[in-house]
């Protein structure tokens, strides 16, 4: 059974780091266009992040300069290091997987994890 299960999320002070993973189980390799959405509670679903199987990198503006995504195709695990975190970054933080292109933020992704909740206080 294929999965995404999403973890490292939690309770931080601004301007604190939280990096979460993404462990894509029961794949035989990570998929190719594996991307990080957020929702906030009342708020429409944000993409934050992208990366592709060639290394092609799409960041949100909301977050460039603050959060950096990465993977490992070793171990099928997606990262998300997140820094200098506002408040405005709280919400659940949802791993998306799509195993073919295009590889934008707009598109359709087939398998989404449970989410990690993010809560930043002041």
């Known amino acids: 059974q294929v999965q995404l299960l999403e973890s490292g999320g939690g309770s931080v002070q601004a301007g604190g780091p939280l990096r979460l993973s993404c462990v894509a189980s029961g794949y035989k390799y990570l998929p190719y266009c594996m991307a990080w959405f957020r929702q906030a509670p009342g708020k429409e679903r944000e993409g934050v992040a992208l990366i592709s199987g060639g290394g092609t990198i799409r960041t949100a503006d909301s977050v460039k300069g603050r959060f950096t995504i990465s993977r490992d195709n070793a171990k099928n695990t997606l990262y998300l290091q997140m820094d200098s975190l506002k408040p405005e970054d709280t919400a659940m933080y949802y791993c998306?997987?799509?195993?073919?292109?295009?590889?934008?933020?707009?598109?359709?992704?087939?398998?989404w994890g449970q989410g990690t909740q993010v809560t930043v206080s002041a």
């Open positions: 998306a997987a799509a195993e073919d292109t295009p590889c934008v933020l707009n598109r359709r992704f087939g398998r």
